[in-house]
C-alpha cells in the first residue's frame, strides 16, 4: 500500500504531468468563459469591464507589494491595511474639508480628486517610510523571520489605528461619481466609475514606469534589487533607494485607496482581504516583477467578477476567496516563479 502510494506521488510531482495538470486546468477554465461569451455576449463585456475596474486597484496595491519583495525580499503584510487608513483619510478630505457631495458639478468633483490626491499621496508616502525606518531598518541584517513577523504586527498597529478614528463603519466617495454610463455601445455599459478609475490609475502608472526605468534612482532601485552589496560598493546609498521605495509604495496605496473608495465601500479591515487578494496577484504574476503584479492583478479582477457576475455554472460570490487563494496554492504548486517571473536558486 505504501509503495503504491509513493509510486503515485512519484508521478504526480514528475514535471510533464504537473504541466498537463496545469494546462488541463487553464483549459477548463477557458471553455467556461467561451461558453458564456457564447450564450450572453453583452453580460460578460460588461462583467469583464467590471473586473478591469476591480483588477487595476488590486494592481495598485500589488504594485506596493512587489516594489518592497523586489528590494528587500520581505512581504509587508502592513501594506493592505495602509491602503484602507489612506481610503479612510481619503473620505475625510472628500467629505470634511472640502464638503463635497452628491449634488457637486462635475468639475468640483474633479478637482477635489485632484486635491485629496494632493494630500495623501504625499501623506501616505511618509507613513509608509517613516513604518520603513521605525519597524524594518532596525532588522536589516536579521533572519527574515523576524521582519515578517515585525510587518505583521505594523499591520495591526495601522489597522487598530483605523478603527480608533474611523470606527467599524463603512465609509464610500460612490456617490461623488455620475451612476450612469459615460459610453454606450450596444448592450455594453462602460461607467463612468471604470472611465475615474482608469483617469487616475493609468497616469500613476506612467509616472511609475518612468520613475523606475528612466531616473537615476529608479536605476538604483534596480541595482539594490539585483545585487544590494554590489550596489553599496557602487556607491549607492542603499538605506536612501530602501526608504524611496516605501515612498512609492506607500504613494501607491494611497492612489489605490482613492480609487477604491470612489467604487465602494470600505473600513478599517477593507485592508486585510484586499490585501491578500493584491499579494495573491503579485505571486500570480512573479513577486518582484512590476509588470507581473499588473498582469496578475487584472486576471485575478477578471476571475473574481467573472466567478461573481457569470451566469452559466459559476460558483457564486460565496465561493470567491476559495477560488482566489486556490489559484494562490495552483501557482505555488505549478509554477512558483509565477507567471513573468524567473526561477531563480533559494537566497540568490
Not at 516594489?67 to 502592513?78: D, E, H, S, W
Not at 512573479?286 to 461573481?308: H, K, M, P, R, Y
Request: no cysteine.
Amino acid at each position: 500500500m505504501r509503495d503504491t502510494l509513493n509510486s503515485v506521488l512519484r508521478t504526480l510531482r514528475n514535471p510533464r504531468v504537473v504541466n498537463g495538470i496545469g494546462l488541463g486546468l487553464v483549459a477548463l477554465v477557458g471553455f467556461w468563459l467561451l461558453v458564456n461569451l457564447i450564450k450572453t455576449p453583452a453580460e460578460f463585456v460588461n462583467v469583464g469591464l467590471d473586473g478591469l475596474t476591480r483588477g487595476s486597484v488590486y494592481g495598485m496595491v500589488a504594485l506596493g507589494y512587489t516594489l518592497v519583495y523586489g528590494i528587500l525580499q520581505l512581504i509587508n503584510f502592513a501594506h493592505g491595511d495602509v491602503f484602507a487608513l489612506s481610503g479612510l483619510v481619503a473620505s475625510s478630505v472628500i467629505f470634511s474639508l472640502l464638503g463635497i457631495g452628491a449634488d457637486s458639478s462635475g468639475i468640483v468633483v474633479a478637482g477635489g480628486i485632484l486635491v485629496t490626491l494632493a494630500i495623501t499621496v504625499p501623506m501616505f508616502a511618509a507613513i509608509n517610510g517613516t513604518i520603513e525606518r521605525v519597524a524594518y531598518r532596525p532588522l536589516r541584517r536579521a533572519s527574515r523571520l523576524a521582519p515578517l513577523i515585525t510587518a505583521v504586527g505594523v499591520s495591526f498597529i495601522v489597522q487598530n489605528v483605523s478603527l480608533a478614528i474611523y470606527g467599524v463603519d463603512y465609509e464610500s466617495a460612490s456617490d461623488i461619481i455620475p451612476q450612469g454610463a459615460a459610453i454606450t455601445i450596444g448592450d455594453v455599459l462602460i461607467t463612468w466609475k471604470l472611465v475615474v478609475a482608469l483617469a487616475i490609475i493609468i497616469p500613476a502608472l506612467a509616472i511609475l514606469t518612468w520613475f523606475v526605468t528612466s531616473t537615476r534612482q529608479g536605476k538604483a532601485m534596480r541595482a539594490v534589487a539585483q545585487d544590494t552589496e554590489a550596489s553599496a560598493m557602487m556607491g549607492i546609498d542603499v538605506n536612501r533607494t530602501i526608504s524611496i521605495t516605501f515612498f512609492l509604495a506607500g504613494s501607491l496605496a494611497a492612489v489605490a485607496g482613492l480609487v477604491f473608495l470612489l467604487e465602494y465601500n470600505m473600513r478599517y479591515d477593507t485592508g486585510f482581504e484586499l490585501g491578500l487578494i493584491a499579494f495573491t496577484a503579485a505571486v500570480l504574476g512573479g513577486i518582484g516583477n512590476l509588470a507581473g503584479a499588473v498582469v496578475g492583478a487584472l486576471l485575478i479582477g477578471f476571475i473574481q467578477s467573472f466567478n461573481e457576475g457569470l451566469t452559466w455554472m459559476a460558483p457564486g460570490g460565496d465561493w470567491t476567496r476559495s477560488v482566489v487563494f486556490g489559484i494562490l496554492i495552483a501557482v505555488l504548486v505549478f509554477r512558483p516563479q509565477g507567471l513573468l517571473g524567473e526561477r531563480t536558486p533559494e537566497g540568490a
